[in-house]
Every structure is written in structure tokens, then in C-alpha cells.
């Protein structure tokens, strides 16, 4: 809680006005800058999704949607061994970069939305507003993961990556053991933010937004796959 420097009333530390006379409480975030905010993110994540929340307007969170359908398009294509049906890596990159830009939007929206129908059911308190910037800057290690691990593993492995004739372990057991960790990593990194950034906006325990987290994950995940097999054969 905040105390009002003027009337002494008790407000939520998550607003920025006083509910009874109208002063500010807190700075005024009008808009988020990208850099900074990153930053904040790897330093202090509960610093910076506390100033997320609180900004006025959610900057950014479509474009860091972008990288999330992107690295789905890519681990679907991973998963499926796509490299076997493809003899060029350039088309298969097309693909993927293609169908990411596609399915981002409306798989950023309905994550962000079941994410927010479980939490408000555990007894969460946030908007849908806020939900939604959390689920796009908890993105922030898929955002590095495809700007920077995918195109060493390209670059490391090209075609083989989606292949299993050979697979990427039999040419490279190293390399790729260590990509897919730092994947994985990624992965792990972005669930933690998850759940700070939940656990904040609607003033639940860590434990809760943890498996609010990692059901929805589990979830997505299964069915993504299972839509993408079924488009695909």
C-alpha cells in the first residue's frame, strides 16, 4: 500500500493517482521506453514489471509477441523434423519466419486471455490490460533466444537442425546439446518472469502464478503441436 503524501488515504501500489483526492502517489509512466525496460528486466524483474504495470500505455508487447510465434513456428518445424522434406534451408527459413509472423498475434492474444481467465479463477485482481504486458515482456528470453541462439544453431548446423538422417546429435553432439539447453534455458527464464510479473499485476503467491504458468504452458504446447501435426500430414 501507498499513503497519500496529501490526505494520508491508503492506496494499491499499483496506482498512480489517490483514490480519494486525486494526487500523485507514484511517477507518471506515459509510455515505456524498449531498452531500459529490457534492462530492467535481466537486472530486476520485479522493478521492472511493477513500472510495466503502471505505464500508461503497454509499448511493445506485439513485438515481442512477433518472436514468440517465430520461435514456435521454428520448434514445430524442429519437432516435426521438417528438414527431412526439405532440400533447401532457405525455404524451410521462409517457412518458418512466414507462418511466426502469422500465428503471433492471435497466439499472443489467447495465451495472454487464458492466462488471465486461470489467474482471475485462482483469485487474481489484475486487468486484462496488465496481463497482457506481462505475458509480452516475460517473452524478453524467447526474444533473445531467436535473435541470438537461432541463428548460431542455423549457422552451426543449417538443414540438419530439423533433420534425423542424420540428426544434429550424430554431426554435432556438442554443439547441439549445448544450443538446446541455452534454449531451454530461454524457455525456463521466461516462465520465471511469468510468474513474478503475474504474481505482482494480480496479487497472488508466486506458487499460484507458478502453475497458473506452467498449465497454460503444458497446455499450449500439446495443442499446438497437435494442430500443427494435423495441418501438416
Known amino acids: 500500500m501507498i499513503s497519500c503524501s496529501v490526505c494520508a488515504h491508503p492506496n494499491d501500489d499499483l496506482e498512480t493517482v489517490c483514490a480519494k483526492c486525486g494526487s500523485f502517489i507514484q511517477d507518471r ?16 524483474p520485479s522493478e521492472a514489471f511493477h513500472r510495466i504495470i503502471v505505464a500508461e500505455h503497454k509499448n511493445y508487447v506485439l513485438f515481442q509477441m512477433t518472436f514468440l510465434g517465430i520461435a514456435i513456428s521454428f520448434a514445430l518445424l524442429w519437432a516435426r ?20 509472423l502469422a500465428i503471433a498475434l492471435p497466439v499472443g492474444v489467447v495465451l495472454a486471455a487464458t492466462l488471465h481467465g486461470l489467474v482471475k479463477f485462482f483469485g487474481g485482481k489484475g486487468t486484462m490490460k496488465n496481463t497482457y504486458a506481462v505475458v509480452g515482456w516475460s517473452l524478453t528470453p524467447v526474444l533473445l533466444s531467436v535473435s541470438i541462439i537461432l541463428p548460431i544453431e542455423l549457422g552451426a548446423l543449417g538443414l540438419r537442425l530439423f533433420s534425423t538422417a542424420p540428426s544434429p546429435m550424430e554431426v554435432k553432439p556438442v554443439v547441439y546439446a549445448v544450443l ?11 516462465i520465471q518472469l511469468a510468474r513474478i510479473g503475474l504474481s505482482i499485476a494480480h496479487k497472488i503467491s508466486s506458487w499460484k502464478a507458478l502453475e497458473v504458468v506452467v498449465i497454460v ?12 501435426a494435423w495441418l501438416i500430414v
Open 81 to 100: 523434423h521438417a528438414g527431412n522434406e526439405f532440400d533447401n534451408l532457405l525455404y524451410l527459413l521462409l517457412l518458418g519466419v512466414v507462418v511466426g
Open 29 to 44: 509512466v506515459p509510455n515505456l521506453d524498449f531498452f531500459s525496460t529490457l534492462w530492467r528486466i535481466v537486472e530486476s
Open 180 to 190: 538446446l539447453l541455452l534454449d531451454a534455458v530461454a524457455g525456463i527464464w521466461s
Open 217 to 228: 504452458c503444458l497446455v499450449f504446447s500439446t495443442a499446438l503441436y497437435q494442430l500443427f
